[in-house]
C-alpha cells in the first residue's frame, strides 16, 4: 500500500497579526501587492498551494493533501489518523507557522517522519531550526519518489486543477482563467534578486519536454475541468521557445483555440513574437519590468513601454511588476522608477521591496557585506512592509510610506485596473479587426477577446458609480462610447445584468464597512489513493470531520 502521507500548506488566517503571521502577508495576489490601493475595484482571487497535489499526483503511495488549515485543523488532521510522513510546503514568511506545524506533529505523531519543502526549506539552518527528518531544497518530484524508493524517472502526472478559486471584483464574481498547466519549475535568467530562479539552481527542470505532451496534456485538463481557459505556471514560458512554438502548431493543426495566462521575460517574448502569441491564446502575461535605473539582461535595449503598449493593442493583458528600493534608490531618484513603472500604462502594476530571499545571489552578497537584517523576523520577510536589509537611503518607515504612495500614485494616474483590462480587450477587438477577416484562427481569436469584451462591459454602471477621480470618471465615459463603438447597443438582457451587478456590488460596500474586505481561502482536504475507511465508530468520526473530496482528475489509481 506505501507509506500513508499527509502533505501540508502552513495554517491560516493569514494577513493578520498573530504569533505566527502579518496583516500585510495576505494570501491574495493582487490585494495583496498589486491592486491593494484600489478600494472595491481591486481584483480578488486565492490560489490553492498547487505543488502539494503535484507532489501527491505523482507517487504512488496514499496521500492527503490539507491546504490552508485552521491551525485547530490540522491538530485534528494529526488526533484523527496515523502517518508515516508529514510533508510541510512553506515560504519564508511562513517560517514560524512550519516550526509550530513541525512541533505539533512531534507532539501528536512521534513517530512520522517529518519533510520540509517549498522555498522556505532555504532558509539558512532551517534543520536545525525546525524539527524534521529532512529538507528538500527545489525540485520535489523526484526527490519525494526516491525518498519513497520508486522510480524518480517515470513519467509526470499532471493533475486537472483549477488555477484559481473565488474570483471577486466590487463583490461580483467574474470568470478568469480555468485551469492549471505547470510546464515546469526554475528560470535560467538567474535575475540576483529572484528566488525562484536561484532555488531550483538557476536550471530549468522541464516536466514536459515538447510541445506536443504539453498541447495533449492541456487538451486534457481542459476536457477535465470544462474549460478552454488555462493558467500556465512556468517562471518563463517562451524561454523554451521551440516547445512553444511545437504547442502553437499542433493547436492550429489541431485547431483546438485554447487560451492561456503566463510569466515571460521581454527578452523571451520579443523573440516569440507578440503576433505569435495572439495566435497562441496569450490573452495574460507578466512581465518583469524591474526598474529603469537598474536594466537585467533580460530587459536590456528594449523598449518596454512600447512593448507593453503593443501587448496590449493586441488584447493582451499586461501585469507588469516593479522593484522599489534598489541599493542605489534615494529619496531624490526613487519617484523616477515609481514614474517608470507607472508610465509603462500596464493593466496591473507591481510594486515590491527589493528583499533578499535566501538563497538568491542578492542575499550572500548582502550578507557578505553585513547588511541583512537578522533581527527582523521571517514573517516579516515578504516585500510589502519592511525591508529586510539596511538600506543606506531609506528607514523602514520612510520606505513603508513611499511604497504605499507608489500604489495610491498608480490608482490615481492609471485608474482601476478594471478599467484598463476593458481598455486592453476594446484594443484587441480592434486591432484583429483587419487580419481576422483573411485568416480564420485570427478570427476565432477576436471572437474570444469579443466574448470577454462582453463581460467587461457587463460592470459599466458599477465603473461609473465607484469611479475613483474624475480623470477615472473621464475615462469610463470614454470607454462606455467606445464599446458603443466598436459592439453596438446593449442588449437588454445585459443591461438587467449590468444593473445586477451594481447591486452587487452596492452590497459589497456594505458588507465592507461592516466588516471589513479580508478574505480567507477555504480549507481542502484532497485524498489521493487513500484506503477506503472500515466501518468503524472511528472511521465514521473521521468522515464527519473531513468531508473527504475526490482527488483531481488525471490522476492515476485516485
Ligand atoms: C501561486 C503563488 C502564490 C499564491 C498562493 C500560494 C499558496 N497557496 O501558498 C499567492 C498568490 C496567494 C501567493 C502569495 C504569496 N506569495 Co507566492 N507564489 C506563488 C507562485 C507564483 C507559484 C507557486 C507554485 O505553485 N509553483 C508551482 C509548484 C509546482 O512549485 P512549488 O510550489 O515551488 O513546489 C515545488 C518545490 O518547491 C517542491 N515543494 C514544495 N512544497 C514541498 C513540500 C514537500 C514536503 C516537498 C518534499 C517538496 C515541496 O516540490 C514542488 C515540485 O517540484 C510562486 C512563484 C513560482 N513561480 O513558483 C510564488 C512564491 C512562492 N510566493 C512568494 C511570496 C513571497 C509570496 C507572498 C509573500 C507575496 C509576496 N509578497 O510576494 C505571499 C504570501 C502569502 C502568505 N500569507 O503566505 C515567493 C516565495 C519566496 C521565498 N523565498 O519564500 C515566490 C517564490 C515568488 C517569488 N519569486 O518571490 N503566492
Ligand atoms: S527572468 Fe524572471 S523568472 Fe527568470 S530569473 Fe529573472 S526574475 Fe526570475
Excluded at 513611499?402 to 478599467?419: C, H, K, M, P, T
Excluded at 476593458?422 to 485568416?439: F, K, N, S
Excluded at 474624475?470 to 469610463?476: I, Q
Aim: glycine share 8%; aromatic share 10%.
Amino acid at each position: 500500500m506505501g507509506k500513508r502521507i499527509l502533505l501540508t500548506s502552513v495554517f491560516g488566517p493569514f494577513g493578520v497579526d498573530d504569533a505566527w503571521g502579518r496583516k500585510e502577508n495576505i494570501m491574495e495576489l493582487f490585494h495583496n501587492q498589486v491592486t491593494k490601493a484600489q478600494g472595491m475595484a481591486s481584483l480578488r482571487v486565492h490560489h490553492r498551494s498547487f505543488g502539494l497535489d503535484f507532489l501527491a499526483a505523482n507517487v504512488e503511495s496514499p496521500v492527503q493533501v490539507l491546504d490552508f488549515p485552521s491551525r485547530r485543523e490540522f491538530i485534528r488532521t494529526l488526533k484523527r489518523e496515523p502517518f508515516d510522513i508529514v510533508g510541510i510546503s512553506f515560504i519564508v514568511p511562513n517560517f514560524v507557522k512550519a516550526r509550530e506545524m513541525a512541533r505539533l506533529v512531534r507532539s501528536l505523531q512521534p513517530g512520522a517522519e517529518i519533510i520540509l519543502g517549498g522555498h522556505g526549506a532555504a532558509i539558512e539552518g532551517v534543520e536545525q531550526l525546525i524539527p524534521c527528518d529532512h529538507v528538500v531544497k527545489g525540485e520535489g518530484i523526484r526527490w519525494l519518489r526516491q525518498h519513497l524508493g520508486e522510480d524518480p524517472d517515470r513519467p509526470f502526472v499532471h493533475p486537472s486543477i483549477p488555477s484559481s478559486d473565488h474570483k471577486r471584483v466590487f463583490g461580483i464574481p467574474y470568470e478568469g482563467k480555468g485551469g492549471l498547466l505547470v510546464p515546469g519549475v526554475g528560470c535560467v535568467n538567474g535575475c540576483r534578486f529572484c528566488a525562484t530562479s536561484h532555488f531550483f539552481g538557476k536550471e530549468y527542470t522541464s516536466f514536459f519536454e515538447t510541445g506536443a505532451e504539453l498541447f495533449w496534456n492541456a487538451c486534457r485538463i481542459a476536457k477535465d475541468l470544462g474549460t478552454d481557459d488555462l493558467f500556465i505556471m512556468d517562471e518563463n514560458f517562451f524561454k523554451q521557445e521551440a516547445r512553444a512554438r511545437e504547442l502553437l502548431a499542433l493547436m492550429e493543426y489541431h485547431q483546438r483555440p485554447l487560451r492561456f495566462g503566463l510569466f515571460s521575460s521581454a527578452e523571451a517574448i520579443e523573440s516569440f513574437g507578440v503576433e505569435n502569441m495572439v495566435r497562441l491564446g496569450v490573452d495574460f502575461v507578466w512581465l518583469g519590468a524591474e526598474s529603469r535605473r537598474e536594466t537585467y539582461a533580460k530587459n536590456q535595449g528594449r523598449d518596454l513601454p512600447a512593448l507593453v503598449r503593443r501587448l496590449r493593442d493586441h488584447g493582451i493583458l499586461v501585469l507588469a511588476s516593479g522593484i522599489l528600493f534598489l541599493e542605489d534608490h534615494t529619496p531624490e531618484n526613487i519617484q523616477d522608477d515609481i514614474d517608470f513603472m507607472i508610465e509603462l500604462e500596464a493593466d496591473m502594476t507591481q510594486f515590491m521591496m527589493f528583499t533578499a530571499m535566501p538563497v538568491t545571489a542578492l542575499y550572500q552578497d548582502l550578507k557578505a557585506r553585513g547588511l541583512l537584517d537578522f533581527d527582523l523576523p521571517y514573517e516579516e520577510w515578504h516585500g510589502q512592509h519592511e525591508l529586510n536589509w539596511r538600506h543606506p537611503h531609506f528607514s523602514s518607515a520612510e520606505a513603508q510610506r513611499v511604497l504605499g504612495d507608489a500604489f495610491r500614485q498608480e490608482y490615481d494616474r492609471n485608474s482601476s485596473s478594471i478599467l484598463r483590462l476593458a481598455q486592453t480587450a476594446l484594443r484587441g477587438i480592434v486591432t484583429l479587426e483587419e487580419p481576422a477577416r483573411t485568416d480564420p484562427w485570427l478570427a476565432i481569436r477576436r471572437d474570444q477577446i469579443r466574448a470577454y469584451a462582453l463581460r467587461f462591459r457587463l460592470l459599466m454602471p458599477t465603473l461609473r458609480c465607484f469611479a475613483h477621480n474624475p480623470l477615472e470618471r473621464r475615462r469610463v465615459a470614454e470607454l462606455g462610447q467606445a464599446f458603443q463603438t466598436v459592439l453596438g447597443p446593449m442588449p437588454l438582457g445585459s443591461r438587467v445584468l449590468s444593473m445586477g451587478a451594481l447591486a452587487l456590488a452596492g452590497i459589497q460596500t456594505l458588507r465592507t464597512a461592516l466588516f471589513g474586505d479580508m478574505s480567507q481561502p477555504s480549507m481542502r482536504l484532497t485524498r489521493y489513493r487513500w484506503p477506503k475507511e472500515g466501518s468503524g465508530l472511528g472511521a465514521w468520526l473521521g468522515k464527519a470531520v473531513a468531508s473527504p473530496r475526490k482527488a483531481p482528475a488525471g490522476v492515476p489509481g485516485s
